[in-house]
């Protein structure tokens, strides 16, 4: 598994194949006691009491690589670390569409980022929207391959859990996609909320696809969205070709602390216990909603969120609002047009979200 992705050689933009990117001080493998190579203050800053942060820091700390290999399954070498995923998602559109004729296929709707970095890269869109079963939402995972081969898309993303609409994408059916775009696109599996699927198939899914990508991320089941840290799990070259499109220290020494605090064996264990609250109170809220008047449909979600379609979608988001309660508005996505994105919180504010609800009703 640790394998080469000849997809991923194939792909990989021509004009980047020699491409070595920057190599900093921090990148040359030399020993020493005295560091006057990168620099650097002499001194520590005022602010910085232990003088941790007067070094440029380490690329890829090895200890967080191991970290985040460790909480995947998989070898570190597999594991490139970003400023988030959505590093993550802007480094495969540099490396493998060329400016200017590169496409990707989304099926919204669909996290907004991958069609940002796409149009900041001057790279096409090909949408295979997704379809509302009324029970739920499915992506057409064969049109997507089928769009991929005939517009010679590069990337096809995929979000599993969806969102904003909270799908589960059966394995076999990514395996599905993975085999006909092998040797012609990259499958790229965003896992951003895999840990409230209560399924975590990325290291299955990359150990049978050399041309499969997953992006996971610390920001939501791990609560770090303020430090920034996700990751590109891949095939060990392909980590290597994203590697030297990154910028030299991409990851900033506190945030790299915070990471490595929430991997401690204790801190991932806290972690499960409050994704299993989450998961309780989603299924909670759901069961609710589905059956409450002036909720028009609410979608059963793989999420740390539901999606809900309303009969007057402004009353239910004044009425939330007027509690002080704030959800993404989705009405500006086609398609969504009467719907909201709510987060789960604590219980106690998840029944805020109940009773504002209801007033709304009564108020309609
Ligand atoms: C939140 C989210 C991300 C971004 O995560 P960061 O690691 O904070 O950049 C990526 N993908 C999806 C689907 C998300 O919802």
Redesign the pocket.
């Known amino acids: 598994m640790n394998g080469v992705s000849n997809t991923a050689r194939i792909l990989l933009r021509d004009d980047l194949r020699d491409f070595a990117g920057y190599r900093s001080a921090r990148s040359e493998a030399l020993q020493g006691s005295v560091w006057l190579n990168a620099n650097e203050s002499p001194s520590a800053s005022p602010g910085d009491a232990d003088g941790r942060l007067r070094r440029y820091p380490d690329p890829q700390p090895p200890a967080l690589r191991d970290a985040l290999a460790a909480l995947y399954g998989l070898a570190p070498a597999q594991v490139l670390a970003?400023?988030?995923?959505?590093?993550?998602?802007d480094l495969l559109l540099r490396a493998f569409c060329v400016p200017g004729r590169g496409a990707i296929v989304i099926a919204p709707p669909?996290?907004g980022?991958y069609a940002v970095c796409a149009r900041l890269h001057g790279a096409r869109v090909v949408e295979v929207p997704a379809r509302d079963a009324g029970d739920g939402w499915r992506c057409d995972l064969a049109a997507m391959a089928d769009a991929a081969l005939r517009q010679h898309a590069n990337l096809v993303f995929v979000?599993n859990p969806?969102?904003p609409t909270g799908e589960a994408i059966a394995d076999a059916d990514i395996a599905l996609l993975a085999e006909r775009l092998r040797g012609r696109a990259l499958v790229v599996v965003?896992a951003?909320?895999a840990e409230f699927a209560g399924h975590d198939a990325s290291a299955a899914l990359l150990a049978a696809h050399e041309n499969i990508v997953v992006?996971r991320?610390?920001?939501?089941a791990h609560a770090l969205?303020g430090a920034?840290?996700?990751c590109v799990l891949a095939a060990s070259e392909l980590v290597g070709m994203l590697q030297r499109c990154q910028a030299p220290y991409p990851l900033a020494q506190p945030a790299v602390q915070a990471a490595l605090a929430a991997l401690a064996p204790d801190a991932v264990a806290r972690t499960r216990t409050s994704v299993a609250r989450v998961r309780g109170e989603r299924e909670r809220l759901l069961g609710e909603l589905q059956s409450a008047p002036g909720v028009r449909r609410a979608y059963p979600s793989q999420?740390n969120f539901l999606l809900l379609r309303f009969d007057d979608a402004q009353a239910a988001f004044d009425a939330l609002l007027a509690a002080g309660v704030v959800v993404r508005d989705m009405r500006a996505t086609p398609g969504l047009a009467d719907a909201l994105r709510i987060s789960i919180g604590t219980p106690e504010q998840n029944q805020r979200v109940l009773a504002s609800l209801a007033v709304a009703r009564q108020a309609a």
């Open positions: 970003t400023r988030g995923s959505d590093e993550g998602i669909v996290f980022m979000c969806g969102n965003d951003a909320y992006l991320t610390l920001s939501k969205a920034r840290i996700g999420g």
